[in-house]
């Protein structure tokens, strides 16, 4: 699903009551030694998501070759989500979009709010980058994360059939708040 930047200036916040607040950060950002507490803070959350998933060195690649970034969602010193995306240039994402990879919300700390702040985030910084739009890969088994696409404004541009083996159970639990390509 895709959707085109709006450049209008961002609204002004509205004041809510005061909770801890969630911050983004990128991975390459952090210095040596934080990333790899950080990418077994991102095992841990992918581990929650499918026994056995790491995009550990999905992530390093990106990072070591600047293929994009992995953004972080954090609300203090925990991690909320994280998003791996491609820039245009030697990465598969289009010219003139950020092209999300994957993106997780913990699912012990899932809430739509968390999704479509983390949206608005990568929003945020494919303006900053000065791309006219974002593409997020979901699939509509993840019927929350599905359908809070569609409520932010997201289309339909391409389908993709991903077809499975075994039991459904065994692969997407419809309430994950994750947007994959596992092309």
């Known amino acids: 699903m895709s959707r085109a930047i709006d450049r209008t200036p961002p609204r002004a916040a509205v004041a809510k009551p005061a909770k801890a607040v969630?911050?983004?950060?990128?991975?390459?950002?952090?210095?040596?030694?934080?990333?790899?507490?950080t990418l077994a803070r991102m095992h841990r959350i992918t581990n929650g998501i499918c026994r056995g998933m790491d995009l550990s060195k999905e992530i390093e690649i990106?990072?070591?070759?600047?293929?994009?970034?992995?953004?972080?969602?954090?609300?203090?010193?925990?991690?909320?989500?994280?998003?791996?995306?491609?820039?245009?240039?030697?990465?598969?994402?289009?010219?003139?979009?950020?092209?999300?990879?994957?993106?997780?919300?913990?699912?012990?700390?899932?809430?739509?709010?968390?999704?479509?702040?983390?949206?608005?985030?990568?929003?945020t910084l494919a303006q900053e980058l000065g791309m006219q739009r974002v593409i997020f890969p979901v699939y509509s088994r993840y019927w929350l994360a599905y359908n809070t696409l569609v409520q932010c404004g997201y289309q339909i541009d391409f389908t993709m059939i991903r077809m499975q083996r075994g039991r459904q159970e065994d692969y997407e639990d419809p309430t994950h708040l994750v947007l994959d390509d596992w092309r």
């Open 62 to 123: 990106v990072d070591g070759l600047a293929l994009g970034d992995t953004l972080l969602l954090e609300r203090g010193r925990d991690l909320v989500g994280f998003a791996v995306y491609h820039t245009p240039g030697v990465s598969e994402a289009p010219s003139g979009a950020l092209y999300v990879k994957f993106l997780a919300i913990d699912p012990p700390q899932r809430k739509v709010e968390h999704l479509t702040e983390f949206v608005s985030a990568l929003e």
């Open 22 to 37: 969630l911050a983004v950060r990128r991975f390459s950002s952090l210095e040596e030694t934080k990333k790899k507490a």
